[in-house]
């Protein structure tokens, strides 16, 4: 998870300074890994796991500030912080 999660996020700092093409491939890689990281973390971490958290956190930026969907990012953020 932790490891998704960096790639996740290494992928998230490049789109949110790139533009075009370079900035959508970023996002779709970001995306994926995000995902995936998602999915791993709720089958094996508890809610309360600091990595799952942070996960969630950064989920939920990823959502705002690259893909421009703040209401999937609050939802996000809600959930997690509500679990």
């Known amino acids: 998870v932790f490891y998704q999660k960096m790639k996740a996020d290494y992928h998230r700092y490049i789109a949110e300074y790139a533009s075009g093409d370079d900035k959508t491939k970023a996002a779709e890689a970001a995306r994926a890994a995000y995902a995936e990281a998602q999915k791993v973390a709720e089958g094996s971490l508890a809610v309360t796991h600091p990595i799952r958290l942070g996960l969630a956190l950064n989920y939920s930026v990823f959502q705002y500030e690259v893909l421009a ?15």
């Not at 969907?69 to 679990?83: L, Y």
């Open 69 to 83: 969907q703040p209401e999937q990012a609050c939802s996000m953020a809600r959930t997690a912080f509500e679990d």
